[in-house]
């Protein structure tokens, strides 16, 4: 009779494999990415591997390798299928979880939609599709399917939805960062992808570092320099004065120091 056989999650040398066999150039980091976006998952990281191969050896990251993916003719066609017939509220609530990116409350989609909707029916909706499911163990919270499923939705959005979508994110998240400080950094990204003006770019680097200090709270030095690498890049295109990038200079060299990096 049939037999179904359950496969583990793949690790990163085997990512590795699979990335090395379809032409793509290897790194440690490239192959991590790879790794945890597909979460494991041995058809996802096959496609991941075809799709990057059709690309120009260049550096990637996640949001890098997230477009590329999101926007391929074989993640489009799936999520349009998913999302095909979904009420107009549970549509934006998909659309409003993409751009937040990780596991979401319905009171934070709600923020994000800037809409009336109950998200928690649209939410619950939006699970009936397979696109999104709660998340174990943490009751209320939502997450995506699959991190493919969310490049999809988030590759399916205008610039203009996007950069609405992004600005009341990180409006929203200032919020929750006022009381752990730990989410500066999501208001930082958020802040960046939202066509900052100058006053947005000086937001950015506040709220970073302030990311960058809870992190080194923590020990998480690698965190803090990460943070920190934002901090300075947003001061330096907002055009703050010298004395403030110097300072955010230091605290970087000092978190790489500390990194080991």
Same mark, same amino acid.
């Given at each position: 009779?049939?037999?179904?056989?359950?496969?583990?999650?793949?690790?990163?040398? *085997?990512?590795? *494999?699979?990335?090395?066999?379809?032409?793509? %150039?290897?790194? @440690?980091?490239?192959?991590?990415?790879?790794?945890?976006?597909?979460?494991?998952? @041995?058809?996802?990281?096959?496609?991941?591997?075809?799709?990057?191969?059709?690309?120009?050896?260049?550096? #990637?990251?996640?949001?890098?390798?997230?477009?590329?993916?999101?926007? +391929? @003719?074989?993640? %489009?066609?799936?999520?349009?299928?998913?999302?095909?017939?979904? *009420?107009?509220?549970?549509?934006?609530?998909?659309?409003?979880?993409?751009?937040?990116?990780?596991?979401?409350?319905?009171?934070?989609?709600? +923020?994000?939609?800037?809409?009336?909707?109950? #998200?928690?029916?649209?939410?619950?909706?939006?699970?009936? %599709?397979?696109?999104?499911?709660?998340?174990?163990?943490?009751?209320?919270?939502?997450?995506?399917?699959?991190?493919?499923?969310?490049?999809?939705?988030?590759?399916?959005?205008?610039?203009?939805?996007?950069?609405?979508?992004?600005?009341?994110?990180?409006?929203?998240?200032?919020?929750?960062?006022?009381?752990?400080? *730990?989410?500066?950094?999501?208001?930082?990204?958020?802040?960046?992808?939202?066509?900052?003006?100058?006053?947005?770019?000086?937001?950015?680097?506040?709220?970073?570092?302030?990311? =960058?200090?809870?992190?080194?709270?923590?020990?998480?030095?690698?965190?803090?320099?990460?943070?920190?690498?934002?901090?300075?890049?947003?001061?330096?295109?907002?055009?703050?004065?010298? +004395?403030?990038?110097?300072?955010?200079?230091?605290?970087?060299?000092? =978190?790489?120091?500390?990194?080991?990096?």
């Amino acid at each position: 009779g049939l037999q179904l056989l359950r496969l583990g999650a793949l690790r990163a040398a *085997d990512v590795t *494999d699979i990335l090395g066999t379809a032409g793509v %150039s290897v790194g @440690p980091d490239l192959a991590e990415l790879v790794q945890a976006r597909s979460e494991g998952n @041995p058809l996802y990281a096959s496609t991941l591997a075809r799709l990057l191969a059709a690309r120009p050896a260049t550096a #990637m990251d996640t949001d890098e390798v997230a477009r590329i993916v999101g926007s +391929s @003719p074989e993640v %489009s066609h799936l999520v349009t299928s998913l999302l095909r017939g979904l *009420d107009p509220e549970v549509s934006a609530a998909v659309a409003a979880a993409s751009v937040l990116g990780g596991d979401s409350t319905p009171d934070l989609v709600k +923020s994000v939609c800037g809409t009336a909707d109950d #998200m928690a029916s649209a939410l619950s909706a939006a699970a009936v %599709s397979g696109l999104v499911a709660p998340v174990p163990g943490r009751p209320g919270w939502w997450r995506f399917t699959h991190a493919l499923l969310r490049d999809g939705v988030y590759a399916s959005l205008s610039e203009a939805q996007r950069t609405g979508l992004h600005r009341r994110a990180a409006a929203a998240l200032e919020r929750e960062a006022r009381k752990s400080p *730990d989410r500066g950094g999501e208001v930082a990204g958020h802040l960046l992808a939202a066509a900052p003006d100058a006053q947005d770019l000086r937001s950015a680097a506040h709220w970073a570092a302030t990311a =960058a200090t809870a992190a080194t709270y923590a020990l998480a030095f690698e965190d803090a320099a990460r943070y920190l690498a934002t901090a300075v890049t947003a001061a330096q295109r907002a055009g703050t004065d010298d +004395s403030q990038q110097a300072r955010l200079l230091v605290e970087f060299a000092t =978190a790489e120091y500390r990194a080991g990096q």
